[in-house]
């Protein structure tokens, strides 16, 4: 019998969920996962006006257990949704396998995400300032119910705040992703993500590399 993790499982409720409509489109990719930064820039998928579903995904990583792409109204430039394959709604629901991956990879794909767009991933400086938000459930402010984690970088022109909740939680005016913005952030930070595994590699060693992309690591090239 496949294990949770690996099994894929539609969403239960009448409602479709455009999160489950992206995963069904976008197969896991050879490792290390990250499309090629001159890649076609999105994934497309169906339009839903009942959920909002995007109508297209701009995918940065999509691995045997999660997915990564830009967020379709972000709070900030670069705001990214990192997104559990399978079909579950809380994070407490999740596999140990889906956790495993998603602990590799949260400190990777945040690195890319903020080097990406605020130094355009060629800075080996320091990381500049970033949310992650999770939410479970209704009363906890999940619009989505499908596990997914927003990776949300603090650019330069927004200001320090230190006693206000928005800047914890992640909260900030939405607006509608720029197509051709979005396509110019794709290739940066694609590249800035290749960076990162391979700082891993460099910094970690191959064992660390190893749990990050499994067995199937082969003859890749950055």
Same mark, same amino acid.
């Given at each position: 019998?496949?294990s949770?993790s690996?099994?894929?499982t539609? !969403?239960?409720?009448s409602?479709?969920?455009?999160f489950?409509k992206i995963?069904?489109?976008?197969?896991?990719?050879?490792?290390?996962?990250?499309?090629?930064?001159?890649?076609p820039?999105?994934?497309?998928?169906?339009?839903?006006?009942?959920? !909002?579903? !995007?109508a297209?995904a701009h995918?940065?990583?999509?691995?045997?257990?999660?997915?990564?792409?830009?967020d379709h109204?972000?709070?900030?430039?670069?705001?990214?949704l990192?997104v559990?394959?399978?079909?579950?709604?809380?994070?407490?629901?999740?596999?140990?396998?889906?956790?495993?991956?998603?602990?590799?990879?949260?400190g990777v794909?945040?690195?890319?995400?903020?080097?990406?767009?605020?130094?355009?991933?060629?800075?080996?400086?320091?990381?500049g300032d970033w !949310?992650?938000?999770?939410?479970n459930?209704?009363?906890?402010?999940?619009?989505?119910?499908?596990v997914h984690?927003?990776i949300?970088?603090?650019?330069?022109?927004?200001?320090?705040v230190?006693?206000r909740?928005?800047?914890?939680?992640g909260?900030?005016?939405?607006?509608?992703?720029?197509?051709?913005?979005?396509?110019v952030?794709?290739?940066?930070?694609r590249?800035?993500?290749?960076?990162e595994?391979?700082?891993v590699?460099?910094?970690?060693?191959?064992?660390?590399?190893?749990?990050?992309?499994?067995?199937?690591?082969?003859g890749w090239?950055?």
């Amino acid at each position: 019998m496949p294990s949770p993790s690996t099994t894929t499982t539609t !969403n239960p409720s009448s409602t479709p969920c455009p999160f489950c409509k992206i995963t069904s489109l976008t197969p896991p990719l050879p490792p290390p996962y990250i499309p090629s930064p001159n890649s076609p820039p999105s994934t497309s998928t169906p339009s839903d006006t009942n959920t !909002n579903a !995007n109508a297209n995904a701009h995918i940065l990583l999509s691995t045997p257990h999660l997915l990564a792409f830009l967020d379709h109204a972000p709070i900030s430039r670069g705001h990214v949704l990192l997104v559990i394959r399978r079909h579950v709604e809380k994070a407490s629901a999740m596999s140990v396998d889906e956790g495993q991956a998603l602990g590799a990879w949260l400190g990777v794909v945040g690195r890319g995400v903020v080097r990406g767009v605020v130094m355009g991933g060629d800075d080996d400086d320091g990381i500049g300032d970033w !949310n992650v938000v999770q939410n479970n459930g209704a009363r906890a402010a999940q619009v989505v119910p499908h596990v997914h984690f927003h990776i949300i970088p603090r650019t330069d022109d927004v200001p320090e705040v230190k006693a206000r909740s928005w800047t914890v939680f992640g909260k900030g005016q939405r607006e509608d992703l720029d197509e051709d913005e979005a396509k110019v952030l794709l290739g940066r930070i694609r590249r800035s993500l290749r960076r990162e595994v391979e700082r891993v590699r460099v910094q970690e060693g191959e064992g660390a590399l190893k749990l990050l992309l499994g067995e199937g690591k082969g003859g890749w090239k950055l």
